[in-house]
């Protein structure tokens, strides 16, 4: 129990960290990546902390994998549109300018039933209140109401209110958005003189919108504090993936090396029972230096290697000592072969193969 407890106290302040360096978001706030990211580190934190035959570090490195991926694909999000859609995906427009879109319900599996509930959400609870419902990229349905029906209500006081529209990106991270052009009907042209008012050029630009009055906001990036996050991320995933790599090209060497030596004493063992020359005195000594050895060998393996496989080597030794100490070592043979099939076992297991990672 007292090992489970602290297992649980290491993960748990691994996985903390993990999730602090993945940002802020609530849950209902993540992006479809990252809450599939999410998943997968509960998942493979709960493994190690409730069995203790499976080291530890075989959930911490995979949950160390998973935070490099994440700061990978949010680097990848930042630079890029094209991949930031395929991740993240697009806000999809379900109610335009008053009028529910059936197709795009269809296409997002909405039900006009949940899209009521949704905007009951919002404390709106009249379809018909509705001038333009979205559904945000991490599922939230985001609503403008009315210029009539919203708080403080312009008709109580029999005042009409300007269209208002809504508002379109037309750069965002220097990326020119021609669809949303189109949709307002503008142009490249038409963009880059609205840019050269805040001079400027579409390349460094954060955000620049339009609303339904035409109103033009334009926002420059802040470049040094932008690359030097960028930089940090980009620099934390190539660590974690050096450390990862390093950790396990060590592993992998010093294994090939330990149960390839243990191979090794176990066949020159079965060759000196075959050949009868050495007294089952020597042999039972020889066993008991391969199982000394073994032991200490042991305790560094186990930090990465499942216990229930090194355990089957410490039974198959044990009963090889049992064969030569019932003075019969031909009896012991079987067993000898069995335990260098073990360790080839083993040894395959852990290499990086297509097989073994599929």
């Not at 996050?229 to 974690?240: F, G, L, N, S, W």
Request: hydrophobic share 40%.
């Amino acid at each position: 129990m007292l090992v489970n407890f602290v297992r649980a106290i290491i993960i748990y302040i691994i996985v903390l960290v993990v999730m602090r360096l993945m940002g802020k978001r609530e849950i209902g706030q993540l992006q479809p990546f990252e809450l599939v990211i999410s998943i997968m580190i509960a998942d493979l934190a709960s493994i190690p902390m409730t069995d203790t035959g499976v080291p530890i570090f075989n959930g911490i490195v995979p949950i160390l994998g998973l935070l490099a991926m994440h700061l990978l694909i949010t680097v990848l999000n930042i630079k890029s549109v094209s991949i930031r859609k395929i991740t993240c995906g697009k806000p999809t427009i379900l109610v335009y300018r008053g009028k529910i879109d059936e197709e795009t319900l269809k296409k997002e599996r909405f039900t006009v039933s949940e899209l009521q509930e949704r905007l009951r959400g919002k404390d709106v609870f009249n379809l018909g209140d509705v001038e333009y419902a979205i559904l945000e990229t991490n599922g939230e349905v985001s609503v403008i109401q009315k210029p009539n029906k919203r708080n403080t209500i312009p008709e109580d006081f029999s005042i009409e209110p300007e269209y208002e529209g809504l508002p379109y990106d037309l750069i965002v991270d220097g990326k020119i958005m021609y669809e949303n052009l189109s949709k307002i009907g503008k142009d490249e042209k038409w963009l880059q003189k609205q840019i050269v008012k805040f001079k400027t050029t579409p390349e460094n630009v954060l955000i620049a919108t339009m609303d339904g009055k035409g109103n033009f906001f334009c926002q420059n990036k802040s470049e040094k504090r932008r690359k030097r996050k960028m930089r940090r991320e980009a620099v934390i995933t190539i660590v974690i993936i050096l450390v990862i790599i390093i950790g396990e090209w060590l592993t992998q060497s010093y294994s090939k090396k330990t149960l390839g030596g243990v191979q090794d004493s176990l066949r020159e063992l079965k060759e000196e029972i075959l050949s009868s020359e050495i007294e089952v005195s020597e042999l039972i000594k020889k066993t008991n230096q391969i199982y000394d050895k073994w032991e200490e060998d042991n305790q560094l393996l186990s930090y990465y290697l499942e216990h229930d496989e090194l355990e089957k080597i410490n039974t198959q030794v044990v009963l090889i000592r049992g064969f030569l100490e019932s003075d019969t070592p031909q009896d012991a043979i079987p067993e000898i072969e069995e335990g260098i099939y073990i360790l080839e076992h083993i040894k395959e297991k852990e290499k990086l193969s297509i097989k073994n990672v599929f």
